[in-house]
Structure formats: structure tokens, C-alpha cells
């Protein structure tokens, strides 16, 4: 029997702890190609996106996580959920394979549960550049700016609380994805400044690859700035 690319995997809700069916993709048919400036991977397989895949959408109560999520809820935190979304659910699955709009709005809905369950920001911010990539493969840039604004936001906010620490979430990788992502929503001054805080660290970075990438962003908004000038 030939292998199909999809998978079924049982999840139990971290909200109200009934058990529901969600698709995964197999490794082995996930190979990236590229990837753009802001990390987003290039598959060569254009009909199989795990990118889809990556939200947990409780069929019963509306409730939608990914692995990072924590199983903590804060005190009072359940009964805004409740309110907020599964009083407010009608139970259906996005168990099966998902199409880019499907994708999209299961992200919207981990924003959604995230926020008000107060997962950490670097997580939220995850979810966001992903919500940002999915509009990028539909050509939809009003929205994609909209959603690395909103992921640039998040990561400014982990990175001046230290929330990523424990994470696998670079220091130098924080710091080119807030310049990065400020570059691409048009914020220039915040976008160089950043990326001077990677160069700075270029000695004591473990990543030399993404220092490169810094270097390599930053000279292009100098010769972007150059033509303006003689513009």
C-alpha cells in the first residue's frame, strides 16, 4: 500500500480535555528548498504544506494550541475562554487536510486562544509570521503586512520581557526577526537598528549564518537609502 503524506493524530484538548482527530504531514515528505528573509521555508513540494498543520482545533469547544503551548491556565483564564469562544462555538473539525484559507483561520484562532489564555509573546508572535506567510502565498500584502506588524510587535514584547529564554529562540535570531519584519512593514529606523544590535553581537553569536543575513539586509536599506537620496 502506498504511504500517503497525511496522518491522523489523536489530541486531547487542553481546555476541556475531550480527545478529537487532527491531520499531520510525515517528515519524510517535508523537504524545503529555500527560504524567504524572514525564515519562511520554500517546500519543494508546493502541494504539501505542513505550515496547515500546525494548529490543534478542538472539534468540541472551539479551543485551538499548538505543542508549545503550556498546559497552565492562570486563575480565571478557563472561564474567559469559555465565554469568549466556546459558548460562542459550533462544533465542527478541521481535522482533515486543510486548504491556505482553512490554515489561516485556524492560526486566527490559536491567536485568538493564545491571547486569552496569555501564552508567552515569542509564541504568539510565532503564530502571527505564520498567519503572515499563509496571505504571502496568496498574494494578499494588506493582510501580510498586517500580520508581520502584529509579529514584530509580539517579538519586540518577548524580547524586552526575556520571555523567549528557555525557548529555541536565539537571541540573535529575536533580534533579526524584529528587524527583519520591521524592514518589510516599511519601518526603516527601527529595522537598521536592529539589525546593528545583531552586527554588534557578531563576536559572541553563535549564529554566524544569520549575522550574515543581518550584514546583508542592512546594506541593502543603505543603498535603498542612497538611490532616495539621489532619487
Known amino acids: 500500500m502506498e504511504l500517503t503524506p497525511y496522518y491522523q493524530k489523536d489530541i486531547e484538548c487542553l481546555h476541556c480535555k475531550q480527545k478529537f482527530k487532527t491531520t499531520k504531514v510525515r517528515s519524510k515528505f517535508i ?13 519543494e513540494n508546493k502541494e504539501i504544506n505542513p505550515l496547515l498543520y500546525n494548529i490543534f482545533v478542538c472539534e468540541h469547544c472551539g479551543f485551538s494550541f499548538t505543542d508549545d503551548f503550556t498546559k497552565y491556565f492562570a486563575p480565571g483564564v478557563k472561564e474567559i475562554i469559555q465565554e469568549q469562544i466556546s459558548s460562542k462555538w459550533a462544533p465542527r473539525t478541521y481535522g482533515n487536510e486543510r486548504s491556505i484559507e482553512e490554515g489561516i483561520m485556524t492560526y486566527k484562532l490559536g491567536i485568538l486562544s493564545g491571547t486569552l489564555k496569555k501564552e508567552k509573546f515569542v509564541n504568539m508572535a510565532g ?30 514584547e518577548s524580547y524586552s520581557n526575556d520571555d523567549y529564554n528557555g525557548t529555541q529562540m536565539s537571541e540573535s535570531r529575536m533580534l533579526y526577526l524584529i528587524a527583519e519584519l520591521s524592514r518589510k512593514i516599511g ?18 553569536s553563535l549564529e554566524p ?18 538611490k532616495e537620496a539621489i532619487g
Open 127 to 156: 503564530l502571527a509570521l505564520r498567519t503572515a506567510w499563509l496571505y504571502r502565498l496568496q498574494d494578499k500584502q494588506q493582510e501580510e503586512i498586517r500580520f508581520l506588524e502584529m509579529a514584530r510587535n509580539r517579538y519586540a
Open 209 to 226: 549564518t544569520i549575522v550574515e543575513m543581518a550584514k546583508d539586509r542592512w546594506q541593502e536599506i543603505r543603498v535603498q537609502k542612497e
Open 31 to 43: 523537504k524545503v528548498e529555500s527560504h524567504h528573509t524572514d525564515f519562511q521555508p520554500i517546500y
Open 187 to 204: 519601518d526603516i529606523e527601527y529595522a537598521t537598528r536592529y539589525f546593528s544590535k545583531v552586527i554588534e553581537k557578531q563576536n559572541s
